[in-house]
């Protein structure tokens, strides 16, 4: 039904959807703004991307407009391309059984109000008239929005059941909107928190990169562990309460956190073995962040402990200071805590920024030279050598070759 809200000026990025619902109605199909960017524009934030919903049958939009892509004809969503922009348009539909807990088995094309029914929540289930700026609500979304509260469209527990990724979508609108949770719709998410473990794990890690790198990641985190969800998203977890309030604390004071930095501090607090962020099917690149951070997480407790050759190899690592604002936000509380801070300002200023890693003195060219044939003795004796460069005891290139030839000597 139509509210007594109006939205009547939309931002200018929504213009490749409006020009698309413009051509879509002078053909006499239905089109409508639907979901998300609804939301969005009725709490006053910038909609990441601007959705169509129409009457109009995938065949026919692809006719109408040139710049398409099929990427989900079975369930009538078609990518058109207006002013730059992809916007997804999807045909008014009513869902089929989830035999996979995924995706509908079937659909049919279908009217506005039986395609808002078959939305997640209440929030993400309306549509919105860009002519006349009306408001359209069959589900009753704009009071939750109003009341600041998620709830699943329908019997909660369908919900969830026909698509398992829904218990994440909720936990991460309702720390993201600051929302809470309808009592019944978290009662179900609850009950049916273990089919998460079901979901492919790049959806799950895709909900969990969303929820860890945003400023509402503690709450994420709290809604996630009271409603049982952190054990199914992130198996291989021994997860207790101590440790996720631990792990909490230390997050509230790391408001940039990145995916990458949020994930070790959970993991390093809660007994999580090094393999844990390939079972989360994060990248390579990701799983060498974060077992890096995990690794050296309490190398700059003591901010005089690295010698400068380790310093200077942490400092190296493009995750360097993230490593710092997490040894600075466990010791944010304690008395010294800008001392230490001072202390650690100081020694890595003392580093030149554009000298941290050196070309090493002596390489093993040099010890060819010297007749030494290749094996494990190569990377001995350069590692010595370089870390005594590093450390300044070496401080130029005929230093480093009397002290190679000392070790060659005294290895014969």
Known sequence: M?????????????????????KLRAA???ALLAGGCV???????SPKDYDVATSARPEEVCAMFRATRLV??????VLT?????????ATFRSDGAYSDGRHPDSVRFSTPPEDAARRDFTIN??????PTGAVIDYVGGLADLRAGVVRAIGDAATRFAEDHLRLLRAIRFAARLDYAIESGTFAALCAA??????????????ELQRMLSASSRVRAVELMRDAGLLGPAIAGVIWTDSGVEAAQAILRRLPQASFEVASAVLLEHNAAPTDTPRQMKCSNAQIESINWLRAHHADLDDPDAPDLAALRRLLAHSRFHELRDWAHARFADTPNHQDRQSRLAERIAAVPADDILPAPFVTGDDLTARGVTPGPIFKTVLDKLYEAQLNLELR???AALARLAEELKSRR
């Open 81 to 89: 391309r207006r002013r730059r922009r992809w916007v997804e348009v």
């Open 28 to 30: 006499g199909h239905i």
């Open 125 to 130: 289930g309306m549509f919105l008239d860009p």
């Open 39 to 45: 939301r969005d524009l009725l709490r006053g934030d």
């Open 72 to 77: 989900g004809a079975q369930f009538g969503v």
């Open 193 to 206: 928190a273990p089919r998460v473990a079901d979901v492919a794990g790049e959806r799950v890690l895709d």
């Open 2 to 22: 139509q509210s007594d809200v109006a939205i009547h000026d939309l931002p200018p990025d929504a213009g490749g959807a409006v020009e698309i619902i413009d």
């Open 396 to 398: 130029t290139r005929d």
